[in-house]
């Protein structure tokens, strides 16, 4: 039966990689709610049998390998960033519409690149940190000239990731008393495994250095925690929202130390990068989510819709005006999950960094699905399960795809985040009844 489960998942992956297009709404909902449902019975079947459970989402993830992302063309601008790293070329430096008009121009596929990219992004500077730069690179050096063969390169260095995560994730459950197999629902998540190894995001090598970070830490190895942790941040942004909760984990004196470490590390992935306008830069790029953006937003949604009714407000002022508070409100949260909640034992650290990404999402202008796989890692060590059903509802979200215009259904976004809102509120008063 498992075999079975399995092979129809295989199919489901596959008709998603090569027989479909992103405006194809109904067919994305269908094939992902049945990959939702044979992953969770593949994984309540088979949670004792690792290698079966192994084995099969490597297959998964492989079924992607031989072609382009259909959910995403932010894979255009790696490429476009590995081919300027590549040939020694600041990519913080200029923009792709810049770079274009250069007669010298050494970048392969560059005209392709930079109409894949689409509108958007040719406009901006680059916003990917510096490791993350360096595997763009790897991509465009071994990618054999072609835009597929750099898509394969970071396919596999993802797939590869999401094999060290389970390695560290299992050990790292056990050292925290979990059952190691819960590291399945992450490996098995039609999400992670459609964002990841499909649509080419690298939240999944962020997490694999993330996931070894905490382990050691597990271990009591917090010096060299930090320079993974470094690792992680250089990958992605977003870990370095919780180094202030690690204070009542590791105290004053440790802390301190952790946090030099991971500053010195990542300011050495930077240096090859660094001149004297890239601050500016890429702070105006990282700005730009905050006060530009918007995508499947809950809290902001609801703003909005009062201030345009009741307020008379434009919503493109708004959204400037709500980009400004928005940072204020997350160094505010963050601080009162260190200072006021106990973090001295692991999994509560876990948890707090589970809530504050939480509620920055939920106060977000812009929530993409991949965000949520940070969310999915997360919530195995602790007691909360809500952001799973979360990673299974904010498929929904691509509804925006499926129209000319790219404008969301605010009703289809009421679905999303009742469900999730309702859930999470359930799941609280199930945790905290029970202290």
Known sequence: MSLILMLVSSLFYYVIAYHFQRTEFIKLIVLFTGLFVLSYKIVQFEKFNFKFLL???????LVFLLTLPNLSQDFYRFIWDGELVSNFINPYLKVPNELILQPDLVIDNAQELLLGMGELSPKFYSNYPPLNQIIFAIAALFGGKSILGSVIVMRLSIILSDVGIVYFGRK???????SPHLIFWYFLNPLVILELSGNLHFEGVMLFFFVWSLYLLSKNNWQMAGVLYAFSISIKLVPLLFLPLFLNYLGLKKSILFYSIVATVSLLLLLPFYSADFFANYSETVGLWFSNFEFNASTYNV????????????????????????????IGIVLCFSWFQKNQKLPLLITSMLWVLCIYYLVSA?????YLVFL???????KFKFPILWSAFVILSYWAYSNPSYTEHLGILCIEYIAILSYMAYEISIVYSKK
Do not use: C, M, Q
Not at 304 to 309: E, F, G, P, Q, Y
């Open 55 to 61: 084995w099969s989402g490597v297959f998964f993830r």
């Open 172 to 178: 790292l459950l056990k050292n925290l008393n979990f």
């Open 303 to 330: 703003v909005k819709k009062i201030a345009v009714l009741y307020f008379d407000k434009k919503p493109w002022e708004l959204i400037v005006s709500y980009g400004k508070i928005t940072p204020y409100i997350i």
């Open 366 to 370: 812009t929530v993409h699905p991949w």
């Open 376 to 382: 999915v890692f997360l919530t195995l060590f602790t």
